[in-house]
């Protein structure tokens, strides 16, 4: 059983020291609120902290160290006390893009399918009248996951292969993301403007 030996209120400090951008922060946000939705709904309400952090944590090394993604990250994670299970989970992220690692556990092939497929939903979002995930349908989606000009930085090919490997469906995965990406929505917002205000 994975369980984590970092808080959470350390976990967003140590992320805070090396992100800045209010986008890399909001990402970082809505990965921590995905996974913890997935491992509730997978069953892994004891593990539900461990993929939130690893969520939280995945991108620590690429806002200031973009060309070491995921080969930064250990050291980085290392100096803060994190254990090896999650820097592992953490790494494998980038498989075999910027990693060697390649995601074993299914929290960690959760990781790999959603981190750029909620890079897309949420491009979607900005999309609608209400900027929200609220109200998001699967079909708009699924329209903007074919046109390849739409969020040309989130990998297609990823998400596809991510999928593949939970062998999940790409309808249900796109409709169970969306749900997760719901319930941590206000929260994220609301964190958002208080590190703006």
Known sequence: MHTSNISRE???????????????????????????????????????????????????????????????????????????????????????????????????????????FTGLIGAVALMHPSKSVKDMKVSSVKKKFKDKHFAAGCSRTVIAEGVHNLKWEIGDFTSKTIKAMQS?????????EKLQA
Request: charged share 30%; glycine share 6%; with cysteine.
């Open 10 to 116: 350390a976990a967003w400090e140590l992320l805070r020291q090396y992100n800045k951008e209010p986008f890399h922060l909001q990402h970082a946000l809505t990965l921590e609120g995905v996974m913890r939705w997935f491992a509730n709904f997978r069953g892994f309400e004891d593990e539900a902290d461990y993929w939130a952090i690893v969520g939280l944590l995945h991108d620590i090394d690429f806002e200031l160290y973009p060309d070491q993604h995921c080969k930064k990250a250990p050291e980085l994670l290392k100096a803060a006390g994190v254990g090896d299970d999650m820097i592992h989970s953490i790494c494998s992220h980038g498989y075999g893009i910027c990693s060697d690692i390649e995601p074993e556990h299914e929290m960690e092939k959760i990781l790999f399918a959603v981190d750029e």
């Open 184 to 192: 941590c929505e206000d929260d994220i917002r609301q964190t958002m």
